[in-house]
T-cell receptor
Framework: GENVEQHPSTLSVQEGDSAVIKCTYS??????FPWYKQELGKGPQLIID?????GEKKDQRIAVTLNKTAKHFSLHITETQPEDSAVYFC????????????FGAGTILRVKS | GAGVSQSPSNKVTEKGKDVELRCDPI?????LYWYRQRLGQGLEFLIY????????KSGLPSDRFSAERTGESVSTLTIQRTQQEDSAVYLC?????????????FGSGTRLTVV
């Protein structure tokens, strides 16, 4: 089955700096890769996703890149703010719609002001 | 409702007791998922319902765990004879198969503590 590895497990950055979180996956048939943000005491919230037919997607300060050959994808957050502090999870799915997601172990991001 | 609703938000139970967790998905979402999140860890898939299809139960850790869903609405996750290792946050998510709106919406979870 699919296995998703995520690095680093914790990341501390200064406010205004960029943060990068990387994930690798094992199943070459996976074709949907979302990122979730989880704040304390809440459920994860989808922040951005990418499908296998594109290599990069951007939404304001966040961007995701996908390298299908190498089976890895990354989340980039620019101009970090204290409210970006949270746990971030990557995930992968075999089917674009209506299939279970396999999640990475998460990255604790701390933005220091 | 506007989001996925889970109840109770917290549950403390004695080892060996049965517990039932409830999830109300977003209206119109045909897919519903249960995940378990142990303290400081990632999300572990448990079970997936899609419309009237047979559920994908491949993530259920033992036969003490079971789940049901009535049509495309409420789902209940039941844990029988609870053990201390069952302590975790149980998260429910629902999704639409509408291409433009696809993506899981999670509830806030049920924090289960087995003492």
């Amino acid at each position: 089955g699919e296995n998703v590895e995520q690095h680093p497990s914790t990341l501390s950055v200064q406010e205004g700096d960029s943060a990068v979180i990387k994930c690798t996956y094992s199943d070459s048939a996976s074709n949907y890769f979302p990122w979730y943000k989880q704040e304390l005491g809440k459920g994860p919230q989808l922040i951005i996703d990418i499908r296998s037919n594109v290599g990069e997607k951007k939404d304001q300060r966040i961007a995701v890149t996908l390298n299908k050959t190498a089976k890895h994808f990354s989340l980039h957050i620019t101009e970090t703010q204290p409210e970006d502090s949270a746990v971030y999870f990557c995930a992968a799915s075999r089917a674009e719609y209506g299939n279970k997601l396999v999640f990475g172990a998460g990255t604790i991001l701390r933005v220091k002001s | 409702g506007a989001g996925v609703s889970q109840s109770p938000s917290n549950k403390v139970t004695e080892k060996g007791k049965d517990v039932e967790l409830r999830c109300d998905p977003i209206s119109g979402h045909t897919a519903l998922y249960w995940y378990r999140q142990r303290l400081g860890q990632g999300l572990e898939f448990l079970i997936y319902f899609q419309g009237n299809s047979a559920p994908d139960k491949s993530g259920l850790p033992s036969d003490r765990f079971s789940a049901e869903r009535t049509g495309e609405s409420v789902s209940t996750l039941t844990i029988q004879r609870t053990q201390q290792e069952d302590s975790a946050v149980y998260l429910c998510a629902s999704s639409s198969l509408d291409r433009a709106n696809y993506g899981y919406t999670f509830g806030s979870g049920t924090r289960l503590t087995v003492v």
